[in-house]
């Protein structure tokens, strides 16, 4: 067992253990194969948060694709989304007639997506999708369905395999909620 209690100690909790984020993504990377059989699709990664997860999960899909990555930036250094969206690096080639599906971490408030769901829409694709880890859908302040989702979950700061705070906790292979004491009174 590799140990992580150095960031593990200042979680509330642990949401989803990498047992079950493995089975889950094994699940999804099911479903969109047969989805996209015959369609080699583009996969794109919203960086940063999407990393661990889209490298995971095309490694799950046993069909013919492409990857490329878009970075955003809307969050800075604090836990509440601005609604300001910045495309901090484009995609690499055009997706004009492709089928594309994007992988992002979570989806809070839907901005960040409902953005780069436009953006990407103006590119002329011939179809466009969105397979998210997480939902936090009591967040919502747009109207944003993600086609797959891996997690529902309720309204806890979270962070691991990806997700951060303040660029921290990406690289735990599981999901925890924040400790309150790690974020307040800043
Ligand atoms: C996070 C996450 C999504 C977005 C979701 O990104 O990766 O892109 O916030 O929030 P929303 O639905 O309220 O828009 P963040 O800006 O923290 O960047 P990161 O991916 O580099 O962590």
């Known amino acids: 067992m590799v140990d992580f209690s150095a960031m593990e100690k200042d979680l509330s909790s642990i949401l989803f253990n990498e047992k ?8 999804l990377g099911e479903l ?22 889209m490298s995971d999960l095309i490694r799950r899909l046993t069909i013919p694709l492409n990857i490329d990555y878009v970075a955003v930036s809307s969050y800075g250094r604090s836990t509440d989304s601005s609604g300001v969206v910045r495309i901090v690096k484009d995609l690499d080639e055009p997706i004009e007639g492709r089928h594309v599906l994007v992988v992002e971490d979570i989806v809070d408030t839907g901005l960040t997506l409902r953005y780069l769901l436009d953006n990407l829409q103006s590119r002329r694709p ?5 397979c998210v880890l997480l939902d936090k859908p ?3 302040k ?34 925890g909620i924040l400790d309150r004491s790690v974020y307040e009174g800043k």
């Open 20 to 27: 079950q984020i493995e089975t889950r993504v094994r699940e």
């Open 138 to 140: 009591s967040r919502r």
């Open 142 to 175: 747009v109207d944003i369905k993600p086609d797959y989702c891996g997690f529902e979950i309720p309204d806890e700061f979270v962070v691991g395999y990806g997700l951060d705070y303040a660029e921290n906790y990406r690289n735990m292979p599981f999901i």
């Open 126 to 130: 011939l179809s466009v999708a969105v």
């Open 32 to 53: 969109i194969s047969r989805d996209y059989s015959g369609k080699n699709p583009v996969v794109i990664g919203i960086l940063k948060g999407s990393l661990i997860f």
